[in-house]
């Protein structure tokens, strides 16, 4: 699943059962074509930043699934602790010097003109050598592959019947352009004394409105966001979705994003970027944060409401 496309709004970024990222029986349909069931435990992960992971996080838990874990690192982390993945890498490294033992030698060759018989002889001896050693190395590397817990492969599932039942629908982390709006209203009215906090979790390019989105008519951002783009939360230097608690702890800080303020957070499509900060947020003790799920696909496309750029 790709968090992207969990959002569904019309192409007038209209949500027709905001603030759930689809209605009931759209959602339903696309669960279960996934082959998951209700009973199922589900693991959200991605390549290891967390923005993928927590937007389908954010997707089950909104429809009252209540096995639904993420795991921190995704597939990085499972890379990491695969011995097979060592010896795949070690082959795989072996496979790379090789090949460039071959790429010198024929590099070399093109300026046949300024070589000897003798040499263009040897080069291409080097050349003959190095395809019979990548092509042993090869079939070591493809015999390690079988042993990988991390494989390429195409997604092969049963559909299966998913109920969403409407009594456990969680609305406790997830909020519409309304609900927003008004906190956007309190913020402008009373600045930092507010007992909001919107924030924007996009690059710096899409906030100043130089980057303009696919079927967003106006670009921007809205009005008394504070601008905390989400890769500040990831770990990126040692592969996990999330900083220590301290250090995420230090931004949140920095900003003023304190815990006695309901927060809302937004992306481009409310999956995503906007649900890693949520995520981080919740895991640090927060308790009014949401999700708003619109996001600027909403927000951009609506022109009765305000932006700043």
């Known amino acids: ?9 019309d192409i007038a970024g209209e949500m027709h059962c905001a603030p759930l ?12 074509s996934k082959g998951i069931s209700n009973d199922m435990m589900i693991i959200a992960y991605d390549d290891f930043k967390g923005p993928n992971a927590t937007g389908v996080y954010s997707f089950f838990e909104s429809y009252g699934h209540k096995n639904i874990k993420i795991l921190n690192g995704g597939r990085a982390a499972i890379m990491a602790i695969d011995p097979a993945q060592k ?33 263009i002889a040897e080069l291409e001896a080097i050349r003959k ?31 299966k019947t998913y109920h969403i039942d409407k009594h456990n629908i969680n609305f406790d ?30 690059a710096m390019s899409e906030i100043i409105g130089e980057r303009k989105m696919d079927n967003c008519a106006r670009s921007g ?31 949140f800080d920095h900003y003023g994003v304190s815990k006695d303020k309901t927060i809302y957070a937004y992306c481009m499509v409310g999956t995503g970027r906007s ?27 609506d022109m009765n409401l305000p932006l700043k750029r």
């Open 1 to 9: 699943m790709y968090a992207h496309h969990l959002h569904h709004s």
């Open 129 to 159: 050598a190095s395809k019979v050693k990548q092509k042993e190395i090869k079939a070591r590397l493809n015999e390690a592959a079988k042993d990988l817990l991390v494989v390429k492969g195409e997604e092969k599932v049963t559909p």
């Open 21 to 32: 990222y689809r209605c009931i029986d759209d959602a339903e349909q696309y669960i279960g």
């Open 87 to 119: 010896v795949y890498d070690a082959i795989n490294k072996e496979l790379k010097a090789e090949k460039k033992i071959d790429k010198k030698a024929r590099r070399a060759l093109k300026k046949k003109a300024d070589l000897s018989a003798e040499k």
């Open 173 to 202: 982390y997830i909020a519409e352009k309304n609900e927003v709006k008004k906190a956007v209203d309190d913020i402008l009215k009373n600045g930092d004394k507010s007992q909001f906090a919107v924030i924007d979790t996009r």
């Open 221 to 251: 951002h809205i009005p008394g966001s504070k601008f905390i783009e989400w890769n500040k939360i990831s770990d990126t230097k040692n592969k996990k979705s999330f900083k220590s608690a301290d250090e995420i702890q230090k931004v």
């Open 275 to 301: 649900s890693e900060i949520v995520t981080a947020l919740r895991l640090l003790g927060y308790k009014d944060v949401k999700v708003f799920t619109g996001s600027w696909d909403v927000w951009g496309n």
